[in-house]
């Protein structure tokens, strides 16, 4: 049994609560919300957030932040993307030298365009930094649905040990040494499933859903890739496989934020209505960058930044897609004559 400490109570920081007591671990739960915490002790609920997912007695939620990280085997950072670089800054003081944090979240940082590892181990250098990314929707993961997941480390003996807090009979975890493929792919594939919401609220069908999806990996592999990550992971778990969840799934924040715009609403609208962080959009802008910085194209995340930010018309975006200029669809490939 280990002593995990996890940082959000948020859908996500509750169902890995729930799957961590599950698997005999004692945890305790740190939220800056005292009426969040004031709920998880009398109730043994996130009401708000995952409504149906009931933690163990044995699990208790605090407001102070040492009491979640002191003497603690692991600390599992689940608070969303925007709130990274702040909470860090907050958790610094007290974390010992070779703690290992857990990165569960996804998202990139606009002004910087690091992850969010990168942005734990500038705020905590004295920290072991590891992610966890994959297809894995809080609703169904609290249910104990199968699901697969990837921990990714600098080095074999923390993914290993990541793999072993969280993996039982319902989630399946496998390990990667590539955290930054890993975390772009779970970034950028917010900015697609928004596209694919706003198809959806056009009214598109089938065809446009499997468009968007696999060109859409082919933009993330194109940065993905230029940005240092390995081509492989972006054919596995946490680059297609989260995609395809996030495109296609109710679950999916982004794809239900993306669908209220293209029904008309404006993103301001839709992200209140949605009543939870809009990752997607966060990640919009730094996506645009990243593309650009390094040279490649990125059609599908460049429409999405015109209907997020400069009040571009989704339907009109979708027109320019689609008449672009002439392409092979695979680089590279050679002709017979």
């Known amino acids: 049994m280990a002593k995990i400490g996890v940082i959000g109570a948020g859908s996500w920081g509750t169902a890995l609560t729930w799957r961590l007591a599950q698997n005999g671990h004692e945890v305790k739960v740190w939220s800056i919300a005292e009426d969040e915490v004031r709920m998880l002790n009398e109730d043994h609920e996130q009401k708000v957030k995952l409504p149906g997912v009931i933690l163990p007695d044995a699990v208790e939620a605090t407001t102070d932040l040492h009491e979640a990280m002191s003497d603690k085997d692991a600390v599992v950072l689940a608070v969303p993307s925007p709130f990274t670089r702040s909470t860090a800054k907050r958790m610094a003081p007290y974390c010992r030298f070779g703690q290992l944090i857990v990165s569960v979240a996804k998202g990139i940082e606009e002004d910087s365009l690091m992850t969010l590892s990168e942005i734990i181990r500038q705020e905590i250098p ?198 672009r200029d002439k392409k092979n669809e695979i680089n590279g490939q050679m002709w017979n004559d």
């Open 126 to 323: 004295q920290a072991e930094v590891a992610v966890l990314c994959g297809p894995t929707h809080a609703e169904e993961v609290g249910k104990g649905l199968p699901t697969a997941i990837v921990a990714g480390a600098r080095t074999r003996t923390a993914a290993e040990y990541v793999q072993s807090l969280f993996m039982d009979k319902s989630l399946r975890v496998y390990t990667s040494p590539d955290m930054r493929g890993m975390e772009l792919g779970a970034a950028l594939k917010n900015v697609v499933a928004l596209a694919a919401g706003v198809a959806d609220g056009l009214g598109y069908g089938d065809n446009t859903k499997a468009l968007l999806i696999t060109r859409g990996i082919a933009e993330i592999s194109r940065i993905g890739i230029a940005a240092g990550g390995r081509a492989e992971t972006f054919s596995g778990l946490t680059g297609i496989g989260d995609l395809i969840v996030t495109c296609a799934s109710m679950h999916s924040r982004n794809r239900r934020a993306g669908i209220l715009i293209g029904q008309g609403k404006t993103p301001e609208e839709a992200m209140d209505e949605v009543k939870q962080v809009v990752e997607g959009v966060y990640s919009a802008r730094a996506g645009l960058q990243l593309a650009r910085k390094y040279g490649v194209e990125a059609p599908i995340i460049d429409a999405a930044n015109q209907v997020l930010f400069n009040g571009k018309s989704p339907a009109e975006e979708v027109s320019a897609l689609m008449q």
